[in-house]
């Protein structure tokens, strides 16, 4: 494994901040609650999708290079925004990402109540989802082009193929992918198409280390990659044979920053809520 002291990336479809028309305000979802305790004492830098037109306009201001940013509330952190073709990025998150992955990963579709896959869907993974999953790659390659031992945390199911484009770039890279919703039991896969299923698995073997909230979770996975795809697989020690490789499979529980929450529960305004 990569020493502590190598260059970290972090990399996920939405960023720390996001820039309005009159401020800046910090990235909602529990994603960014989770990573902005390890952005702020590390020395990081944190590939997002630009998420509004003012996001662009900053990627712009910096040639599409990291910046630093203080979000609300505390915290300083440099940020790098990639702009998608908005096609695209409507493709990859209102098409494919949210109504299939993440209905799939809530056991929201299964066999009996299986979602319509039509060419509009498959062209979404191609032309949406993969698209931006590229773009990000680039600017994660981009980053880590003069480390000698980088290290890549990819975060969630918006970047299931992301992992294979860097380990291409880079085959030495220490890429890490933790995967923030949970992971159902093989029958919840099989209502993809079995070519988009197989870049989906692909693109996250190809990481060094996969995390999950629970070892259900971990589980599922390995027996994911046991019945869906065929490969070997190792239960008791959590690890998977992936071409030349040997993936490991881990259950890591993710806290919540607990010193901010304890720093955010001493406003004024907690008070007067709780009166």
């Known amino acids: 494994m990569a020493d502590s002291g190598a260059p970290l990336v972090l990399v996920s479809n939405r960023g720390p901040v996001e820039f ?3 401020d800046v305000k910090r990235g909602s979802g529990g994603l960014v609650t989770a990573l902005t305790g390890l952005a702020s004492h590390r020395d990081a830098i944190w590939v997002a999708s630009a998420m509004s037109e003012q996001d662009i ?20 952190y440099r940020v790098r925004f990639v702009a998608s073709d908005p096609q695209a990025y409507e493709r990859f998150y209102s098409i494919f990402a949210n109504p299939l992955l993440w209905f799939i990963q809530h056991y929201l579709w299964d066999l009996s109540n299986a979602p319509v896959i039509r060419r509009h869907e498959v062209e979404a993974f191609e032309f949406g989802y993969n698209l931006v999953n590229e773009d990000l790659a680039r600017a994660v ?10 290290v890549v945390m990819v975060h969630d199911y918006h970047l ?12 030495e890279v220490f890429l890490h992918h933790f995967v923030h919703v949970p992971w159902p039991q093989s029958d919840a896969w099989r209502v993809l198409p079995g070519q988009i299923r197989e870049e989906i698995y692909n693109g996250l073997l190809a990481n060094d280390i996969i995390g999950f909230h629970t070892r259900s979770y971990r ?18 020690r959590g690890t998977v044979r992936w071409e030349d490789r040997e993936v490991w499979v881990r259950a890591y529980p993710l806290p919540i920053d607990w010193a901010a929450t304890m720093h955010a529960s001493q406003h004024d305004r907690v008070d ?3 009166k």
């Open 20 to 22: 309005t028309s009159s």
């Open 57 to 76: 306009e900053k990627a712009d201001e910096h040639d599409g290079k990291p910046f630093t940013v203080e979000a609300p509330g505390g915290g300083e």
């Open 141 to 150: 390659v981009d980053e880590i082009e003069d480390s000698e031992e980088p």
């Open 160 to 171: 299931y193929t992301l992992p294979a484009l860097v380990r291409r770039a880079r085959s």
């Open 219 to 236: 589980r599922n996975f390995l027996q994911c990659c046991r019945d869906l795809m065929g490969y070997e697989v190792d239960f008791e």
């Open 272 to 274: 007067e809520f709780e």
